[in-house]
């Protein structure tokens, strides 16, 4: 069974960085692309990062470029996020996701982790 | 890099069908078939409906299919239930190994 756990989430101050990790487990993590993709409160998804299994390709939304960065470590089969510059616009429940392999989209989810940005 | 665009609101009454439309452009839903169908419960995570356009996951009902002409992508609930009553977003390949959501439809069962 897929699963996906994320951390690293809590109340942060405007411009301040915080780090998000996702565990994963149930399937063969180095051979796929993950994605970072959140959802504010009460609004709409928003994709947020994608990586390749090699993190030969990587991708951001326009919106975050520059200020934060995706990283996996596959002999943790683990997942980052290390966001930087934090905006009020950034809070959201940020969902790490398995890449539905060759459709450079999401298919398993994990549970989400909320960031709230806030002085 | 715009969001996709579904209307807000969708409903049909028990047994009936309802279409959801995305519509994108040609850098996008028209650009690739890499579309795919989410529905999402209030405070719970999305699970995938729909990939590449018109495939189904094991396990999903074939109740649920998808389509696409052009620019635009179609999901449609045939025989809605009670439990078919959530959101549903699309998502779009973009290239570049950059991806874009839909915004939104609140599907109600009548």
């Known amino acids: 069974e897929v699963q996906l756990v994320e951390s690293g989430g809590g109340l942060v101050q405007p411009g301040r960085s915080v780090r998000l990790s996702c565990a994963a487990s149930?399937?063969?993590?180095?051979?796929?692309?993950m994605h970072w993709v959140r959802q504010a409160p009460g609004k709409g998804l928003e994709w947020v990062s994608g990586i390749t299994w090699n993190s030969g390709t990587i991708g951001y939304a326009e919106s975050v470029k520059g200020r934060f960065t995706i990283s996996r470590d596959n002999a943790k089969n683990s997942l980052y996020l290390q966001m930087n510059s934090l905006r009020v616009e950034d809070t959201a429940f940020y969902f790490c996701?398995?890449?539905?392999?060759?459709?450079?989209?999401?298919?398993?989810w994990g549970q989400g982790t909320l960031v709230i940005v806030s002085s | 890099q715009s969001a996709l665009t579904q209307p807000p609101s969708a409903s049909g009454s028990p047994g009936q069908s309802v279409t959801i439309s995305c519509t994108g452009t040609s850098s996008d839903v028209g650009g690739y078939n890499y579309v795919s169908w989410y529905q999402q419960y209030p405070g719970k995570a999305p699970k995938l409906m729909i990939y590449e356009v018109t495939k189904r996951p094991s396990g999903v009902p074939d109740r649920f299919s998808g389509s696409k002409s052009g620019n635009t992508a179609s999901l449609t609930v045939s025989g809605l239930q009670a439990d078919d009553e959530a959101d549903y977003y699309c998502s779009s390949y973009a290239g570049g190994n950059i991806g874009v959501f839909g915004t939104g439809t609140k599907v109600t069962v009548l």
């Open positions: 996701a398995k890449d539905r392999a060759g459709t450079y989209l999401p298919d398993y």
């Open positions: 149930g399937f063969t993590f180095r051979e796929y692309a």
